[in-house]
């Protein structure tokens, strides 16, 4: 799997977009970024996940550059709610698929 | 949906003592995963089921580590004997054919004394 790098640390005010940044420089053709967090004392969450194109769900957005070497997960309206540690991974989703969780950006929405 | 459920959510035990976890994993998810997490870190995999069969668990420390999925649902992960260093969080995880996400548990919280 490729190897992903992130900012140890983050802070956002409540009510303004978050947009936590994710390089994977090696990433190949087939593979996915997938994006966790995991709030204190929960396991982690799946948020969302994409190839090359840019997908938006119900909790966030995921913007990956045209040469998908790296991405933006954007929470458009963070709320305290949304303090947790978020975690960018690169997989190909295929018969082995295993996520390899780094350490994440600690990110924390203050008010 | 009841999601993935864990238990016990916190033991403590002594050095050298056994301990065993027990997941019952999302109903109908084939694939069903035992990561554990040290304090500060991203969780580790530890085993990945595949229905009842481990077809992964190179990670699993073996010498004191054994894991189980009868009839491919409920899975146990035991540890005999305990060590201080095995203090962390151990967390299961299920999902169907690997797409679409894992679901994760609550962990339990494993304290060695």
């Known amino acids: 799997d490729a190897k992903t790098t992130q900012p140890t640390s983050m802070d956002c005010a409540e009510g303004r977009a978050a947009n936590l940044p994710c390089n994977h420089s090696?990433?190949?053709?087939?593979?996915?970024v997938y994006w966790y967090r995991q709030i204190h004392s929960q396991g982690p969450q799946y948020i969302i996940h994409?190839?090359?194109n840019n997908e938006t769900n119900e909790m966030a957005s995921l913007i990956i550059t045209e040469d998908r070497k790296s991405s933006t997960l954007i929470l458009p309206h963070a709320t305290l709610r949304d303090t947790a540690v978020y975690y960018c991974?690169?997989?190909?989703?295929?018969?082995?698929?295993?996520?390899?969780f780094g350490k994440g950006t600690l990110l924390t929405v203050n008010p | 949906e009841a999601g993935v459920v864990q238990s016990p959510r916190y033991k403590i035990i002594e050095k050298k003592q056994p301990v065993a976890f027990w997941c019952n994993p999302i109903?109908?998810?084939?694939?069903l995963y035992w990561y554990r997490q040290n304090l500060g870190q991203g969780p580790e995999l530890l085993i990945r089921?595949?229905?009842?069969?481990?077809?992964?668990d190179s990670q699993l420390p073996k010498d004191r580590f054994s894991a189980e999925r009868l009839k491919g649902v409920d899975s146990t992960l035991k540890i005999q004997p305990a060590e201080l260093g095995d203090s962390a969080v151990y967390l299961c995880?299920?999902?169907?054919?690997?797409?679409?996400?894992?679901?994760f548990g609550s962990g339990t919280r494993l304290t060695v004394v």
């Open positions: 991974i690169v997989n190909d989703g295929g018969s082995n698929y295993k996520l390899t």
């Open positions: 109903s109908g998810h084939n694939t």
């Open positions: 995880a299920s999902s169907l054919f690997g797409i679409s996400g894992y679901t």
């Open positions: 089921y595949e229905n009842e069969e481990a077809v992964d």
């Open positions: 090696t990433i190949s053709g087939n593979e996915y």
């Open positions: 994409g190839l090359k």
